[in-house]
């Protein structure tokens, strides 16, 4: 299965769509984003606003959820920013916070006014 996002008119996801990768092959067989685009602006009554999302991040980074920002330069699917102090990593297109979460097994959240990572209770 294919899976495609789409988008509003700011690039952000409304819906991730699964589509049957037959409806993205090309005439010679090879599987096209093109195509599946195709698919769905004829399936959704002419909507052309839909971008493919790699389920195991081959491409465009992260896979697609609601809310995320498809970013056009970077090519790239990015989550919602958590917190105003997270920066964006412009490798993966992640957003991390100012400092490392403890590795030390416990559970851990973060906590923005004081800018640390707190354990759970």
């Known amino acids: 299965m294919a899976h495609f996002a789409k988008l509003d008119e700011n690039n952000v996801v409304l819906e991730v769509h699964c589509v049957n990768n037959i409806e993205l092959l ?35 980074k992260n896979f697609a959820g609601i809310g995320y920002t498809y970013d056009s330069t970077r090519d790239a699917f990015i989550p919602p920013k958590p917190f105003a102090s997270w920066t964006l990593n412009e490798t993966s297109c992640v957003w991390e916070a100012p400092t490392q979460m403890p590795t030390d097994g416990k559970r851990y959240s973060w906590n923005e006014e004081q800018l640390a990572w707190v354990e759970a209770t």
Request: charged residues 20%; hydrophobic residues 25%; without cysteine.
């Open 26 to 60: 090309t005439s010679e067989g090879n599987e096209s984003e093109t195509m599946g685009y195709a698919f769905l602006v004829r399936w959704s009554g002419g909507y052309s606003r839909w971008k493919q999302t790699s389920f195991n991040g081959t491409f465009r």
